[in-house]
């Protein structure tokens, strides 16, 4: 696999090579694996990377659904965020959505001239006085920032004249170095404005759902298995969550955290401030969920807890068993290329492997070193001069709320048996001899497309279609191609079915057109031979 990776990257010129060399490794048993990731975009090199206001308003706050959510731009960045991540929600009864709306300043010449705080204002106004949300939020795009307007001065005066919550977000797209830093912004302002202001008091087992946005319905699938288990959910963050649940996410007795990426800061930030643990749940996949129901009945050490968790698995392992084992037989011995943003490279691999497919390459667009090595390499990272611009939120305990959840006894024990405040990093499950690529470009997919030839492309829509017109049956792992939900034990039968629709679809007969492969005209000779 080494001769692999320098045939791809030796046609860079000498800088480029030096830089991508240590953002491409091929995955060795028994070694440190050690990769850089986090770090600038190299210009021209067509990125599949987005910005730092996508990782706030498209993928942290954009699901919350009882919040007026304000771009303060020019339409650019609301219009082609509007609608387009699959995070779904039903309104409730009593409260109102507005996840089919989409809410801009619409900046314009004179308002990057004489400031766009005017504006905001009045779209607050109008956002309040046509809509009445539960709470305001306003993101800023690249110029906002750029020109100065303070729009966090701008939320405090609307918050005391409208009396609702109203949050600014100071996520321009230039700060970071991808959607990642937009992440980090969101979870700070949740944790600083919203999260310990409400009061509900939580039923036995309160949880709350981190990092779980409900694309094609995945949060839905995972609250039905753990609502029959008998947990009640406090929140979910964000996916059909609301700003409504997320005041009283201090509330909850632990937290299971999906995407270590997006949200891993308010999981600190909880327990630093309130003492509550997280454990790090995958829902992706039979065996994923499985350990994850596990792990959260050992953490509560309840019996009771124990015996009905154990007896969800069983009914729920019955139901789909003979509509997995069919999909395996059809996909043994596949193999797949996996590159989505900054957790699912990792869940999907072992749900792939529960399937009989196995993963050739995988990378992340905008993980961290931890998301790949583990989080033991945290204090080794160094922050570069382009993640300065992001706030490192320092909390505190909080006396009034703050709980003691373990004995240092009890939690000794449960660190050695469940991942408690702990994420392993994708690179350690990873097969020896797979290659593990940050930031991949186009050139990249390409050449690693035509030399490794996986089965399977798993991607995003920018990529989608290089990799079919190649003849490579691609599956959308941030959409899902419209479909899902894939989370849990029913979404791993839709995962199955539609990858083995896709590699049985006749279209792939067709993709050579019969001349290429078959003379045009067939004809004999008459009369003898020649
Ligand atoms: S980079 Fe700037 S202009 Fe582009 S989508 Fe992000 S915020 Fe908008």
């Given at each position: 696999?080494?001769?692999?990776?320098?045939?791809?990257?030796?046609?860079?010129?000498a800088?480029?090579?030096?830089?991508?060399?240590?953002h491409?490794?091929?995955?060795?048993?028994?070694?440190?694996?050690?990769?850089?990731?986090?770090?600038?975009?190299?210009?021209?090199?067509?990125?599949?990377?987005?910005?730092?206001?996508?990782?706030?308003?498209?993928?942290?706050?954009g699901?919350?659904?009882?919040?007026?959510?304000?771009?303060?731009?020019?339409?650019?960045?609301?219009y082609?965020?509007?609608?387009?991540?699959?995070?779904?929600?039903?309104?409730?009864?009593?409260?109102?959505?507005?996840?089919?709306?989409?809410?801009?300043?619409?900046?314009?010449?004179?308002?990057?001239v004489?400031?766009g705080?005017?504006?905001?204002?009045?779209?607050?106004?109008?956002?309040?006085?046509?809509?009445?949300?539960?709470?305001?939020?306003?993101?800023?795009?690249?110029?906002?920032?750029?020109?100065?307007?303070?729009?966090?001065?701008?939320?405090?005066?609307?918050?005391?004249?409208?009396?609702?919550?109203?949050?600014?977000?100071?996520?321009?797209g230039?700060k970071?170095?991808?959607?990642?830093?937009?992440?980090?912004?969101?979870?700070n302002?949740?944790?600083?404005?919203?999260?310990?202001?409400?009061?509900?008091?939580?039923?036995?087992?309160?949880?709350?759902?981190?990092?779980?946005?409900?694309?094609?319905?995945?949060?839905?699938?995972?609250?039905?298995?753990?609502?029959?288990?008998?947990?009640?959910?406090?929140?979910?963050?964000?996916?059909?969550?609301s700003?409504?649940?997320?005041?009283?996410?201090h509330?909850?007795?632990?937290?299971?955290?999906?995407?270590?990426?997006?949200?891993?800061?308010?999981a600190e930030?909880?327990?630093?401030?309130?003492?509550?643990?997280?454990?790090?749940?995958?829902?992706?996949?039979?065996?994923?969920?499985i350990?994850?129901?596990?792990?959260m009945?050992?953490?509560?050490?309840?019996?009771?807890?124990?015996?009905?968790?154990?007896?969800?698995?069983?009914?729920?392992?019955?139901?789909?068993?003979?509509?997995?084992?069919?999909?395996?037989?059809?996909?043994?011995?596949?193999?797949?290329?996996?590159?989505?943003?900054?957790?699912?490279?990792?869940?999907?691999?072992?749900?792939?492997?529960?399937?009989?497919?196995?993963t050739?390459?995988?990378?992340?667009?905008?993980?961290?070193?931890?998301?790949?090595?583990?989080?033991?390499?945290?204090?080794?990272?160094?922050?570069?001069?382009?993640?300065?611009?992001?706030?490192?939120?320092?909390?505190?305990?909080?006396?009034?709320?703050?709980?003691?959840?373990?004995t240092?006894?009890?939690?000794?024990?449960?660190?050695?048996?469940?991942?408690?405040?702990?994420?392993?990093?994708?690179?350690?499950?990873?097969?020896?001899?797979?290659?593990?690529?940050?930031?991949?470009?186009?050139?990249?997919?390409?050449?690693?497309l035509?030399?490794?030839?996986?089965?399977?492309?798993?991607?995003?829509?920018?990529?989608k279609?290089?990799?079919?017109?190649?003849?490579i049956?691609?599956?959308?792992?941030?959409?899902?191609?419209?479909?899902?939900?894939?989370?849990?034990?029913?979404?791993?039968?839709?995962?199955?079915?539609?990858?083995?629709?896709?590699?049985?679809?006749?279209?792939?007969?067709?993709?050579?057109?019969?001349?290429?492969?078959?003379?045009?005209?067939?004809?004999?000779?008459?009369?003898?031979?020649?």
């Amino acid at each position: 696999m080494g001769q692999v990776l320098e045939k791809v990257l030796e046609k860079y010129p000498a800088r480029v090579y030096k830089n991508r060399k240590e953002h491409v490794i091929v995955k060795k048993d028994g070694e440190k694996n050690e990769i850089q990731a986090n770090t600038r975009t190299i210009p021209g090199i067509i990125t599949n990377r987005g910005c730092c206001f996508a990782g706030c308003k498209g993928v942290v706050l954009g699901p919350l659904k009882d919040v007026a959510l304000i771009v303060h731009g020019p339409i650019g960045c609301a219009y082609y965020s509007w609608g387009t991540r699959r995070h779904k929600a039903r309104k409730e009864e009593d409260a109102k959505s507005f996840l089919e709306y989409c809410f801009c300043t619409d900046m314009q010449e004179s308002d990057i001239v004489f400031g766009g705080e005017k504006k905001l204002k009045q779209a607050i106004k109008e956002v309040v006085e046509i809509f009445d949300p539960a709470a305001v939020m306003i993101c800023s795009t690249c110029p906002v920032g750029l020109i100065g307007d303070d729009i966090h001065a701008v939320a405090a005066e609307a918050e005391k004249l409208y009396g609702r919550k109203v949050v600014a977000f100071s996520c321009e797209g230039y700060k970071g170095v991808s959607q990642s830093g937009g992440h980090h912004i969101a979870n700070n302002g949740l944790i600083k404005h919203i999260i310990g202001t409400g009061d509900r008091e939580p039923k036995k087992y309160a949880i709350n759902i981190l990092g779980e946005y409900n694309i094609g319905g995945d949060g839905w699938e995972v609250s039905r298995v753990l609502k029959r288990i008998g947990y009640d959910i406090v929140s979910v963050m964000t996916g059909d969550g609301s700003y409504r649940d997320l005041k009283n996410a201090h509330k909850a007795d632990l937290n299971i955290v999906q995407c270590h990426r997006s949200i891993n800061y308010i999981a600190e930030m909880l327990q630093t401030k309130y003492g509550t643990h997280w454990i790090k749940a995958n829902f992706i996949g039979v065996k994923g969920t499985i350990e994850t129901l596990r792990a959260m009945a050992k953490y509560f050490g309840d019996e009771e807890l124990i015996q009905r968790t154990e007896e969800v698995i069983a009914d729920e392992l019955d139901d789909i068993q003979d509509a997995i084992d069919y999909y395996k037989e059809k996909l043994r011995g596949k193999t797949a290329a996996l590159f989505v943003g900054g957790s699912r490279a990792h869940h999907y691999q072992i749900l792939l492997k529960d399937l009989g497919v196995e993963t050739v390459l995988a990378g992340y667009e905008f993980a961290h070193r931890d998301d790949y090595e583990g989080r033991e390499v945290i204090p080794f990272i160094k922050e570069d001069a382009d993640s300065k611009n992001i706030e490192e939120l320092k909390v505190e305990k909080d006396e009034k709320h703050y709980r003691v959840f373990l004995t240092p006894e009890r939690y000794e024990q449960l660190k050695n048996e469940i991942p408690l405040d702990y994420y392993a990093g994708m690179i350690k499950e990873m097969p020896d001899g797979s290659i593990v690529v940050d930031d991949l470009n186009h050139y990249e997919t390409e050449e690693f497309l035509k030399i490794l030839k996986p089965d399977i492309f798993f991607s995003g829509i920018k990529d989608k279609f290089v990799a079919q017109k190649a003849g490579i049956l691609s599956r959308q792992l941030h959409s899902y191609d419209y479909s899902g939900p894939y989370a849990g034990f029913k979404g791993a039968v839709n995962f199955a079915r539609d990858i083995t629709m896709g590699l049985y679809t006749p279209t792939w007969k067709y993709t050579t057109p019969p001349w290429k492969t078959e003379p045009l005209l067939e004809g004999t000779f008459i009369g003898g031979e020649l």
